[in-house]
Structures are given as structure tokens and as C-alpha cells.
């Protein structure tokens, strides 16, 4: 089953604008985490953060995450054309002894130069 | 250099005969996971092993069949492909203790006529 749900599906902005991509889910999580695919290509781990942490940096990208409303929001500041791609967020959490992790459906993001 | 492979990266074939896509890492990864992305429904996961010789079922095993008989290799098995199993696939890998950083290889496409 889905556990997270990425808003917008799609988005597209200017070169240098921010970007911002939300992430519902369901259950209580131990940790979520945001992906990375560039057109048809294997996902690439951005940045993860835990179920006791609010807010995390790396780089040009912000994460943060509330857990009372179960949502996610991933930021790309001063995109650039390569950061057109589709970003998924994922869930961690206990199933049976051992972490499962739940992709989304994705945002696909658009950066035009 | 770190990698998850993936042959082939894309596969025509018919229904009803048999095919293997195989997945190799040579990171020394304890868990692998296969995963298809579908439009729409993100990545959905399929099989995963948490060692060699002990897999277990994910979110849509029917019609798959994997096998763990050494730790680098995990491949996906399609006894019987039907055309609802046409597909872009992924295998991933990471440490037991690292499940939500998954390295992801390049990926199969596979069309069933």
C-alpha cells in the first residue's frame, strides 16, 4: 500500500525560484526520506530525516517534517536546469522486526532556464 | 566504484516465457529489494532479502520469484510473464541497519507482448 503522497504531482517553475514538494502519509514513521530520478534512471537518496527532528539542511535543499500533521515538504532553493527530475519522498518504518520503506507516487519538477 | 547492476536494461519479450533479470551490488549489502514503477503509482516493492537465503514477499509479489543464494546477487525471476507485468524495474540494495539509504541501479524496462 501507499504511504506517502507527494503534492503537487507536477510543478514547473523559472531558473532561480524556489521549489517546494509537500508529502502526506498515514502511519507513524521512524525516519522519511526524499529521492531523486532523473528521467527513466535509478532513484538517488538526497537527504533523510528522523520522526524527533523537524527540520534538516543539506546543501541548497531544506527539509522539514511535521509528524503531528503527517506531512513532509521538501525545498530547492535558486533551482537550476539540472534539477529537473522527480523527487519522491519515502516513509521508514517497523514492519515485522526489520525497516520497510514506502515510496510515493512522486512530483515532477520542472526547472526551465 | 559503489554500484547496483542491472541486466538487461531493456527486455522484449512474449507472453508465457520465462525470463531472469538479475541484479548484482559490490557494496556487501545485507538487503536487496526489487522494485516497478508504474505511471502514477510510484515505485511499489516487490521481493525483498534481508540476507542470503531468506527473502520475503513485498506490496505485489504475485508472478515474481526471487532467490538469495550469494550475498551480491538477487535476481528477479518472471516464470510465466503476462502483459501486466510490463514495467520499468529496480533493484535496490543497502545495509540492514541503513534500509531507508537504498542504492538504486539503472533499472529494466520490460514490455510483454
Known amino acids: 500500500s501507499q504511504q506517502g503522497e507527494e503534492d503537487p504531482q507536477a510543478l514547473s517553475i523559472q531558473e532561480g525560484e524556489n521549489a517546494t514538494m509537500n508529502c502526506s502519509y498515514k502511519?507513524?514513521?521512524?525516519?522519511l526520506q526524499w529521492y531523486r530520478q532523473n528521467s527513466g534512471r535509478g532513484l538517488v537518496h538526497l537527504i533523510l530525516?528522523?520522526?524527533?527532528?523537524r527540520e534538516k539542511h543539506s546543501g541548497r535543499l531544506r527539509v522539514t517534517l511535521d509528524t503531528s500533521k503527517k506531512s513532509s515538504s521538501l525545498l530547492i532553493t535558486a533551482s537550476r536546469a539540472a534539477d529537473t527530475a522527480s523527487y519522491f519522498c519515502?516513509?521508514?518504518?517497523?514492519?515485522?522486526?526489520?525497516?520497510?520503506?514506502?515510496f510515493g507516487t512522486g512530483t515532477k519538477l520542472q526547472v526551465i532556464p | 566504484e559503489a554500484q547496483v547492476t542491472q541486466n538487461p536494461r531493456y527486455l522484449i519479450t512474449v507472453t508465457g516465457k520465462k525470463l531472469t533479470v538479475t541484479c548484482s551490488q559490490n557494496?556487501?549489502?545485507?538487503?536487496m529489494s526489487w522494485y516497478r514503477q508504474d505511471p502514477g503509482l510510484g515505485l511499489r516493492q516487490i521481493y525483498y532479502?534481508?540476507?542470503?537465503?531468506?527473502?520475503d514477499k513485498g506490496d505485489v509479489p504475485e508472478g515474481y520469484k526471487v532467490s538469495r543464494k550469494e550475498k551480491r546477487n538477487f535476481p528477479l525471476i518472471l516464470e510465466s510473464p503476462s502483459p501486466n507485468q510490463t514495467s520499468l524495474y529496480f533493484c535496490?540494495?543497502?545495509?540492514?541497519?541503513?534500509?531507508?539509504?537504498?542504492?538504486f541501479g539503472p533499472g529494466t524496462r520490460l514490455l510483454v507482448l
Open positions: 535496490a540494495s543497502s545495509h540492514l541497519l541503513g534500509v531507508e539509504t537504498q542504492y
Open positions: 502511519t507513524s514513521i521512524n525516519n
Open positions: 530525516i528522523r520522526s524527533n527532528e
Open positions: 519515502a516513509t521508514g518504518g517497523d514492519s515485522g522486526g526489520y525497516q520497510k520503506v514506502t
Open positions: 557494496m556487501n549489502h545485507e538487503y
Open positions: 532479502s534481508m540476507n542470503v537465503e531468506v527473502t
